[in-house]
């Protein structure tokens, strides 16, 4: 089975601080990791995702993300915060094998604040 | 090339009635997958269709059905509706053969049960 923990249902930074948001997950197989960003009344956005290549994935409008196994961690990070980031961001697994292929458990999600 | 197209963007349905969501998948892609995401929650997968049958079920109740036509087209259907079905009601589509999967999400549906 699988599952996502995010901690911290809000986050707020400044404009032009580092944006730290913390994924969790748990994972009877390898895992497929995603982090997905929604802004309001909208649907989700692919920002990254991590399929067992490069540990260190890079995505989108800045924002990168480690896979830590030692960890179980996947942490989505960006050097500098825009006011366009403010958003809800999820992080996601998923199994890249067996009975639950192509399903995705998504984490509770968190809502990032930038302030000027 | 269109992505994941959802219909209708938003609708009002009144307590008890029945509604039908539909989803038509990115080109290429097989398999179809629906989410609800109710407000300040995370999605919650609610079944996966692959060749015309359910091939996995979230926790819903059988008030949930859904149907994959040839096509590969989708739809969701939600019977005697509780207002507590009013949500955001996501498709993803992928195709199952790839490796590393690739899912992509529709814009989603907007179900409001008053």
């Known amino acids: 089975a699988q599952s996502v923990t995010q901690l911290g249902s809000h986050v707020s930074v400044s404009e032009g601080a580092l944006v730290l948001l913390r994924c969790n997950y748990s994972?009877?197989?390898?895992?497929?990791l995603f982090w997905y960003v929604q802004y309001p009344n909208q649907g989700l956005q692919l920002l990254l995702k991590?399929?067992?290549?490069?540990?260190l994935v890079k995505g989108i409008n800045g924002f990168e993300a480690e896979f830590k196994k030692s960890e179980t961690s996947f942490h989505l990070t960006k050097p500098s915060a825009h006011m366009s980031d403010a958003a809800e961001y999820f992080c996601?697994?998923?199994?890249?094998?067996?009975?639950?292929?192509?399903?995705?458990?998504f984490g509770r999600g968190t809502q990032l604040t930038v302030w000027p | 090339d269109a992505g994941v197209t959802q219909s209708p963007t938003h609708l009002i349905k009144t307590r008890g009635q029945q509604v039908t969501l539909r989803c038509s998948p990115k080109?290429?892609?097989?398999?179809v997958s629906w989410y609800q995401q109710a407000l300040g929650q995370g999605p919650q997968f609610i079944f996966q269709?692959?060749?015309?049958?359910?091939?996995q079920r979230g926790n819903f109740p059988d008030r949930f059905s859904g149907h994959q036509f040839p096509n590969y087209s989708s739809e969701l259907n939600v019977n005697a509706l509780l207002l507590g079905d009013s949500a955001l009601y996501l498709c993803?589509?992928?195709?199952?053969?790839?490796?590393?999967?690739?899912?992509?999400f529709g814009s989603g549906t907007r179900l409001t049960v008053v």
């Open positions: 993803a589509s992928s195709w199952r053969q790839s490796r590393p999967l690739a899912i992509t």
């Open positions: 994972s009877s197989v390898p895992p497929y």
């Open positions: 991590y399929t067992s290549a490069a540990t």
């Open positions: 996601a697994v998923s199994a890249d094998r067996g009975s639950t292929l192509g399903r995705l458990y």
């Open positions: 080109s290429g892609h097989d398999t």
């Open positions: 269709y692959y060749e015309e049958e359910e091939r």
